[in-house]
């Protein structure tokens, strides 16, 4: 998602939003580590999904 698109949503959306997120983040690093991950790169587009959403979060505390 995009930084824009993540900005419309409410606080509450964002939250389970970032839950999603960690947890397929869990699981691909599980995939990675018994071999059956195809796509790496997925890691690293995870990981920046969830530092744009915990940006918009602390964004919107203040």
Same mark, same amino acid.
């Given at each position: @998602? #995009?930084? #824009?698109?993540?900005?419309?949503?409410?606080?509450?959306?964002?939250?389970?939003?970032?839950?999603?997120?960690?947890?397929?983040?869990?699981?691909?690093?599980?995939?990675?580590?018994?071999?059956?991950?195809? #796509?790496?790169?997925?890691?690293?587009?995870?990981?920046?999904?969830?530092?744009?959403? #915990?940006?918009?979060?602390?964004?919107? @505390?203040?």
């Amino acid at each position: @998602m #995009k930084a #824009k698109e993540l900005r419309n949503l409410t606080d509450s959306e964002l939250r389970s939003k970032l839950a999603e997120l960690v947890e397929s983040h869990f699981n691909l690093r599980f995939q990675q580590k018994t071999g059956q991950l195809e #796509k790496t790169s997925r890691l690293s587009q995870i990981r920046r999904e969830i530092a744009r959403v #915990k940006t918009i979060q602390r964004e919107k @505390m203040n």
